[in-house]
């Protein structure tokens, strides 16, 4: 069992910062990725940036230069650094834990309750 926590969201104004962290526990066998998803109200959950076990990094485009991915191994914990922050970042940001499996391949399996953040213009 993986236990996933998250921490660090708030409230911000244009153009301010948060960072948030993810604290993973438990059995990390198999674990190939974090990534950090958010829900914006009314859309769906996306994916806006994952690390690998092998240091590989994705960022969608959408943050791209606002965001950055990092991770303290020695703390079993993922990091969100936001700046630039606009409205429309604005929504609950999930972590979770990516395993695979032969037979199943990759997937997002492990979730943490999620953590708002709020950017009013």
């Known amino acids: 069992q993986v236990h996933v926590a998250e921490s660090g969201g708030g409230r911000v104004q244009t153009g301010g910062s948060l960072r948030l962290a993810c604290a993973v526990s438990?059995?990390?066998?198999?674990?190939?990725?974090m990534g950090w998803h958010r829900q914006a109200p009314g859309k769906q959950r996306e994916l806006v940036a994952a690390i690998a076990h092998d240091g590989g990094i994705h960022i969608v485009d959408s943050v791209k230069g606002r965001f950055s991915i990092s991770r303290d191994n020695a703390k079993n914990t993922v990091y969100l650094q936001m700046s630039s922050l606009k409205p429309e970042d604005t929504g609950v940001y999930y972590c979770?834990?990516?395993?695979?499996?032969?037979?199943?391949?990759?997937?997002?399996?492990?979730w943490g309750q999620g953590t708002q953040v709020t950017v009013s213009s």
């Open positions: 979770a834990v990516e395993r695979c499996t032969v037979v199943r391949g990759c997937d997002f399996d492990y």
């Open positions: 438990g059995n990390s066998f198999a674990i190939n990725a």
